[in-house]
């Protein structure tokens, strides 16, 4: 058996629009992304999910709230959460994207390495296997999560996404 599993990217913020790094802060979004959240749930309106599952950062849970709330209740955990960019978290994401492979094992100063956020996503997919084996679930979190996702179900490396 196995779990099956449909991750969703929160929709734009407000810090994206203005090229900032959200990291832990809450975020907003902005009106494209309340748009994008909304059309979420209607273009995946033919599927049925045994539960749906998103970080508990701000423009998550209101991404899966716009997307899903009207079918689904949406549960929160912080093991979904974004990578914690520590001093970079609301710095333009100039100041460090172009080079995110440095911060795979080592975190970014105060914050947290991507290797810390693969350990979070690899305790929820031990719960998920423990509570919801067989089921379909749908995550609406965010970019790194969904990197560690790949690097523990498809075995990927994080060379790809963090260049």
């Known amino acids: 058996m196995a779990v099956r599993i449909t991750y969703f990217v929160h929709g734009t913020t407000t810090d994206n629009e203005r090229d900032l790094a959200t990291g832990w802060s809450q975020g907003e979004l902005s009106e494209s992304g309340i748009k994008q959240a909304g059309e979420l749930g209607k273009k995946v309106a033919d599927r049925d999910f045994d539960a749906v599952f998103c970080s508990d950062l701000k423009r998550a849970v209101d991404s899966a709230k716009f997307g899903f709330a009207d079918r689904y209740g949406i ?3 912080k ?3 974004e990578c914690n960019y520590g001093k970079f978290t609301r710095k333009p994401t100039r100041e460090f994207k172009d080079d995110m492979k440095q911060f ?6 105060k914050g947290e390495g991507h290797k810390d956020v693969e350990k979070r996503v690899a305790d929820f997919l031990k719960f998920l296997k423990q509570n919801y084996d067989d089921k379909h679930i749908a995550i609406v979190a965010h970019q790194a999560p969904q990197w560690a996702l790949d690097v523990l179900v498809r075995k ?3 060379t790809p996404c963090c260049r």
């Open 104 to 109: 795979v094992d080592t975190p970014f100063p």
């Open 156 to 158: 990927r490396t994080f």
């Open 79 to 81: 093991r979904l959460r």
């Open 75 to 77: 549960i929160a955990d």
